[in-house]
């Protein structure tokens, strides 16, 4: 006895109730009706694919995550809940955001998100967001007192309430290749001109000096004296290293401080160590091209995350184990830090706390450190085992709490965008540091 | 002639006196389509383009009038994108045009062996999606590691950054856009230059022209139509090329790049004012059509004795 449509034509095709026309006619009527229906179900249906023993989440394509995989299946094991997770370059993240995030209530793809420091405070204010007061209180796994400050501040607390937990911080260092410092025929020749030791810089001047030489001697294309990532959207962050490194600030008193000596010096420095020492192209280049550029073995030292020493050591490369670490010559660097948060649009926030908590509870951010992962926990950096295996960390903490947050003014993208903009003003020539700098200060930014 | 009087009566509207009322059955299926997937998201649009729409202040909303058009018309960077686009389309579609001409032809020369194959050869560019093109000359471009550098360092020529100059970055866009689009402009050319009627080449070979001469007074006369079909139609895509440059540059250095539908994707998704967003692609909407309006009357009118 057929039960099915479908099952029921073919009985009576066989028996010749149903012609070879009417058969297919009716066949294909009932093939594309049941196609249709599934995809207007699917289609009305809640948002999130999948059960709520399913969870899909969106993350940039780089090792962290790979670390946040790993840990993955004793999640599931726990829990019985599967985690997905999509993986995209950072350029494309805030566009894959949007339009999840505005879906409405219930209509989100995406369960669990990590969110930048640019991107939080416009999805706070958009709604987007849950806020996590209630979870945090009743949580045992997680409270925000066990990690860095500095890594809640920059990213965690919007007017006062927390929307995120961290999840790994990139506090920036000075990476500088060993086997450069103790070259002895570079050291020769830097000191009898300069009458100054061959060692790691320690004010920017200093690095400025060092990373000039490297390039004036061994010519940019083989050997950059620093890799400097100017692209568009990029070039903010990285002046704001120099910008700090300089004992230069955003804010002073309330007051812009950006037209301060300091600052303009800074963005001075900039512009120069970008014209005369940085690799071909630097201008437009985004991370993965320095990154391309360092484990190439064409970059003296680079201005990038802690968190890159280790990966290029790891990495197949020329390079690697020869990524020594240093603080940013002068008196500072950047902190800023992502962070894991829950849309308010996604329809399973319960399971998907239950997986936040999972990640950044202690146990398992103890295992993606071992894994290479950057702690934001000082517990994990202290930790005998991780530093028994990664003894760099133990540097890598005192860099990341002596780091500055960004101002508020770039924590947001039109803030970054107007900054970057200005900033490429002023080391394409176009502008003076100085007026750069006005023109920003202009834009009631800061 | 014959055909022509049977396309007269079996023109759109002789076909519909002949079916009556039922003409209208036939096209509604398109009809609904083109509704549903153009209709209302263009007039949804329209309606956004007047309304104070920003994602992340939901609490601001309503009718803005025309603000949201003249806010955009006051941003400096909004001009420069129009200069951009105009720069970068010009540009692509002069080169595409003057080297698919010379392609085309040399493909329709009668005694031509394997035109098939080198069809096939010059496809292959245009079938690759734009940003599969983007990524790999971003490879092959890298100043420090890329092919086309470490090629010219062995012949000693220059080794520049190809995307770090302003200049050189929209030549390079041009470059990569004509080694995409190109063959299209190649297959257009070549249809209408094998249309052309023999007998004038002959007589013009005859009576002792040269081929300059046979090229400016006979071919480009003749092929006056086809050229403005593809002009016009590679102008139109050109100008909303949006792919290439958020591959390759993300609107720089700088803004050097950022074309028109650059900006309207920033105003959207990075400033997430979809009202300006709305606005511009109106305004730019209007661009397209008036230039769809132009081809048409350039046209010529296939019923005309």
């Known amino acids: 006895m057929s039960d099915t449509p479908l099952e029921h034509l073919i009985d009576r095709y066989r028996d010749g109730r149903v012609s070879r026309r009417t058969f297919l006619r009716q066949g294909v009527a009932l093939g594309l009706s049941m196609s249709s229906i599934s995809l207007i179900l699917d289609a009305c249906g809640a948002g999130s694919s999948g059960s709520s023993k399913e969870l899909h989440l969106l993350m940039e394509d780089i090792d962290e995550t790979n670390y946040v995989e790993a840990v993955l299946p004793q999640f599931t094991k726990e829990t019985g809940i599967k985690v997905s997770i999509e993986k995209i370059t950072y350029e494309a993240m805030h566009d894959k955001l949007v339009p999840q995030l505005s879906a409405g209530k219930g209509k989100s793809e995406y369960d669990l998100i990590q969110v930048d420091v640019p991107w939080t405070k416009e999805f706070v204010d958009a709604g987007w967001l849950l806020n996590l007061s209630d979870y945090l209180s009743k949580s045992t796994e997680v409270k925000l007192s066990e990690f860095i400050p500095s890594t809640v501040e920059s990213n965690g607390i919007i007017n006062g309430q927390p929307f995120m937990v961290p999840f790994y911080h990139y506090a920036y260092g000075f990476l500088f290749r060993r086997d450069i410092l103790e070259n002895d025929v570079l050291g020769n020749a830097f000191e009898k001109e300069y009458g100054a030791p061959w060692a790691v810089p320690t004010t920017l001047k200093d690095f400025e000096r060092f990373a000039e030489f490297i390039a004036a001697r061994e010519g940019t294309s083989k050997l950059a004296g620093t890799v400097m990532l100017a692209k568009r959207e990029e070039n903010g962050l990285e002046w704001l290293n120099y910008l700090y490194a300089n004992g230069g600030d955003f804010l002073r008193n309330g007051k812009s401080a950006l037209l301060e000596p300091e600052a303009v010096e800074s963005l001075e420095i900039y512009g120069r160590l970008l014209s005369k020492a940085s690799q071909p192209g630097a201008n437009n280049a985004a991370f993965n091209e320095g990154q391309a550029t360092m484990e190439a073995g064409k970059g003296a030292s680079w201005i990038i995350y802690l968190w890159m020493q280790t990966a290029l050591n790891t990495s197949k490369s020329a390079i690697a184990g020869k990524m020594g670490l240093a603080r940013i010559p002068g008196q500072a660097g950047v902190m800023a830090a992502w962070g894991w948060a829950i849309p308010t649009a996604s329809p399973k926030q319960a399971q998907a706390w239950e997986l936040l908590q999972y990640l950044a509870s202690y146990p398992v951010s103890l295992k993606r450190a071992l894994m290479g992962a950057e702690p934001v926990r000082p517990a994990i950096y202290e930790n005998a085992e991780v530093l028994a295996k990664w003894p760099e960390y133990k540097e890598h903490y005192q860099i990341a709490l002596h780091s500055k947050i960004e101002p508020d003014a770039l924590r947001t993208i039109a803030g970054q965008e107007a900054l970057s903009l200005d900033l490429y003003e002023a080391t394409s020539g176009k502008k003076s540091a100085r007026a750069a700098l006005e023109s920003f200060s202009s834009k009631n930014l800061v | ?305």
């Open chain 2, 1 to 305: 002639m014959a055909s022509n009087a049977i396309g007269a009566r079996l023109g759109a509207f002789g076909a519909g006196r002949a079916l009556g009322g039922g003409r209208w059955l036939f096209v509604t299926p398109a009809l609904i389509a083109i509704t549903g997937v153009l209709g209302v998201p263009i007039a949804y649009a329209l309606h956004l383009s007047f309304d104070k729409d920003i994602l992340d202040q939901p609490a601001v909303h309503g009718f803005n009038g025309i603000h949201n058009y003249t806010a955009f018309l006051h941003d400096g960077l909004f001009w420069t994108s129009v200069e951009n686009t105009l720069l970068l389309s010009i540009g692509a579609v002069v080169v595409q045009f003057v080297l698919g001409f010379a392609i085309a032809l040399c493909l329709a020369r009668s005694n031509l062996r394997g035109r098939n194959t080198y069809l096939s050869i010059l496809l292959i560019p245009m079938l690759m999606p734009y940003v599969a093109g983007g990524l790999i000359w971003l490879l092959l471009l890298n100043p420090t590691q890329g092919i086309v550098n470490y090629l010219l360092g062995l012949v000693g020529g220059p080794q520049p950054a190809w995307l770090a100059s302003p200049t050189l970055a929209r030549l390079t866009i041009i470059f990569v856009d004509s080694w995409h689009n190109t063959a299209w402009t190649v297959f257009i050319l070549l249809s209408g230059l094998l249309m052309l009627p023999q007998e004038s080449l002959d007589a013009a070979s005859i009576d002792g022209a040269g081929k300059l001469r046979t090229f400016r007074y006979i071919i480009l006369p003749l092929m006056k139509p086809v050229i403005l079909v593809a002009l016009i139609i590679r102008l139109i895509a050109s100008l909303m090329t949006f792919d290439l440059i958020y591959v390759m540059t993300g609107g720089g250095p700088g803004t050097a790049t950022e074309t028109l539908s650059f900006y309207i994707y920033k105003l959207g998704f990075k400033s997430l004012n979809i009202g300006e967003a709305a606005a511009a692609s109106i305004v730019f909407l209007g661009v397209v059509i008036g230039l769809v309006v132009l081809l048409m009357r350039m046209l010529p009118d296939p019923t005309a004795a």
